[in-house]
């Protein structure tokens, strides 16, 4: 007799809405709002699958800590962490570590479902998770840090683990914060164990060309789109907002190859220059100063003018909720190359579209990290390791190949590169949703 639980899909009722969980306010859903909109406006493409929907709107687990710490003078302070798995249903969870003052549960809630999303895209053996502290860096000694990751560290580590969750770098951490990471899973586990974390230090298990691999995904995509939209990468005006890790990397790979780099935004201003601005220079100088302004050769112009410089390629490579619906129409770029997560909202989305901007979506842009990180992942586990011409070379095949297929669904369905990003990736968690079936 067949039971309810294994009818075909297609017999099946429809799933029932969920009412958005307790410990969010429906009124101010933050960032997670953003992310639900988009299944919402992917779902109609899911066919059958789209019985299995709310998988995607719920994490699978979310871990709440506290996280306390001696600082230097002597006191002790308290700070918020978070661990999110929003699903494992192809694999481990994957997703990186930020520290931040602005933090949410909401925040990291979002992330870690656009990091499900992103692994599936470009179809790497992971689900999607994400990790924050609500802490300001710059105020807090190396010393002070090194006992917040350690404390942080041992709090999560019921649920992480090298077949678990993989944390890496992401807002305000580095190789050395893995580094501290994966000593202490070590010293709490009783054996060296390399593969918890992605993004090391090369002499820790780390792989080559992990630096870079954010920003150069950026740059291999952003080309690809630029080829299809018919802009030629020789003399194309890049603008890049954020100058941390992605956005000097993707800065210095576009300008390597002949494009000109026209406005550089970071948290301290703005600068641009019509004749191109050396990023290479402008790292030094930033490194040297603290500051982007005043650099050599640029002008210093107001923040929000970031938005109305000409261009051919736009790059926000920040933090999310940038390009809103008030200044989405003041784009004058062809193409925006999303090397941060969740940078423009739905609306802006729309505009964007409707002026005929081809936008390279987050879950696809910069995905050059956690692909490198899968590298690194896979490195350790053989202690085998590849040069950095392979991972680049790698990197650069697994990018194009995700363009092509993201491109191709996106024309068959007259659709965005974002909404077929989705289509591609909920498609793919929910046929193992589906296949693996609900326990018990």
Aim: overall charge negative; aromatic content about 8%.
């Amino acid at each position: 007799m067949t039971t309810e639980s294994a009818k075909p899909a297609e017999q099946q009722p429809a799933p029932r809405p969920h009412t958005i969980p307790s410990y969010l306010d429906s009124a101010h859903l933050g960032p997670w709002g953003i992310y639900l909109e988009q299944v919402d406006r992917v779902t109609p493409y899911l066919g059958k699958l789209a019985y299995w929907v709310e998988t995607l709107k719920r994490p699978k687990r979310i871990l709440i800590v506290d996280v306390p710490i001696h600082l230097d003078d002597g006191s002790v302070a308290h700070f918020e962490g978070y661990r999110v798995q929003h699903n494992t249903s192809r694999g481990p969870a994957k997703g990186g570590v930020r520290f931040h003052q602005d933090v949410t549960l909401s925040e990291v809630m979002a992330l870690s479902a656009w990091m499900t999303v992103k692994n599936a895209a470009v179809n790497l053996p992971y689900g999607g998770g994400k990790g924050g502290i609500r802490i300001d860096p710059r105020q807090y000694s190396q010393g002070e840090l090194e006992r917040l990751t350690r404390r942080y560290t041992t709090e999560i580590g019921l649920i992480i683990g090298p077949e678990k969750d993989i944390p890496a770098p992401d807002v305000n951490t580095n190789p050395q914060v893995m580094a501290w990471m994966m000593d202490t899973y070590s010293m709490n586990t009783g054996k060296t164990s390399t593969g918890v974390v992605t993004g090391k230090p090369v002499a820790l298990g780390g792989s080559l060309g992990r630096s870079d691999a954010t920003g150069r995904g950026v740059f291999v995509t952003g080309e690809a789109a630029m080829r299809k939209v018919g802009v030629p990468l020789e003399g194309a005006r890049i603008a890049v907002q954020g100058f941390g890790n992605v956005g000097n990397a993707a800065a210095r790979i576009f300008h390597d190859n002949g494009a000109k780099i026209v406005a550089i935004q970071d948290v301290s201003g703005t600068v641009v220059s019509s004749a191109g601005i050396n990023p290479h220079a402008a790292l030094e100088h930033l490194r040297g100063t603290g500051s982007i302004l005043d650099l050599p050769g640029s002008e210093n112009i107001e923040r929000d003018a970031f938005w109305d410089v000409d261009c051919d390629v736009l790059i926000p490579a920040a933090l999310e909720n940038q390009i809103t619906a008030d200044n989405a129409g003041r784009i004058r770029a062809k193409v925006v190359v999303e090397g941060a997560n969740g940078p423009t909202t739905p609306a802006a989305d729309d505009i964007l579209h409707d002026k005929g901007v081809t936008v390279v979506p987050d879950v696809l842009a910069n995905a050059g990290g956690v692909t490198v990180s899968y590298f690194e992942w896979v490195q350790d586990f053989s202690s085998f390791f590849w040069t950095e011409d392979e991972i680049n070379a790698r990197l650069e095949r697994i990018m194009r190949e995700a363009f092509a297929s993201l491109w191709d669904v996106s024309q068959k369905h007259g659709v965005t590169l974002r909404t077929a990003a989705f289509i591609v990736a909920c498609t793919r968690v929910l046929e193992a949703r589906a296949l693996r079936g609900l326990y018990p």
